[in-house]
């Protein structure tokens, strides 16, 4: 295998091992916050700063994400649901 994509690969897996890392603590971390919105929200953080941002769906919290904080490490959780998109957003 080629070095770039033997360390893209190392990298990917780093990112996906560090949100899952923090992603379920910032969600922990704000159960209180997260539990007075409506159920099926959709909630985007950013896992460096717990900074979040919300939205009806995957696609409108995935954007409102990328627009705030640009290419960084995030987790989505939605309210009711939860659940972890492959490594976050990179």
Same mark, same amino acid.
């Given at each position: 295998?080629?070095?770039?994509?033997?360390?893209?690969? !190392?990298?990917?897996?780093?990112?996906?091992?560090?949100? +899952? /890392?923090?992603?379920? +603590?910032?969600?922990?971390?704000?159960?209180?916050?997260? !539990? /007075?919105?409506?159920?099926?929200?959709?909630?985007?953080?950013?896992?460096?700063?717990?900074?979040?941002?919300?939205?009806?769906?995957?696609?409108?919290? !995935?954007?409102?994400?990328?627009?705030?904080?640009?290419?960084?490490?995030?987790?989505?959780?939605?309210?009711?649901? #939860?659940?972890?998109?492959?490594? #976050?957003?990179?």
């Amino acid at each position: 295998m080629d070095d770039d994509f033997e360390r893209r690969r !190392s990298h990917m897996s780093a990112v996906t091992e560090f949100a +899952a /890392k923090t992603g379920p +603590a910032w969600v922990d971390e704000f159960k209180f916050e997260l !539990s /007075k919105l409506p159920r099926g929200t959709v909630v985007a953080i950013n896992c460096v700063t717990g900074e979040y941002v919300t939205g009806t769906g995957l696609a409108e919290a !995935s954007d409102a994400f990328e627009r705030r904080f640009g290419k960084t490490v995030g987790w989505i959780h939605e309210i009711g649901g #939860g659940f972890f998109v492959g490594g #976050g957003i990179v």
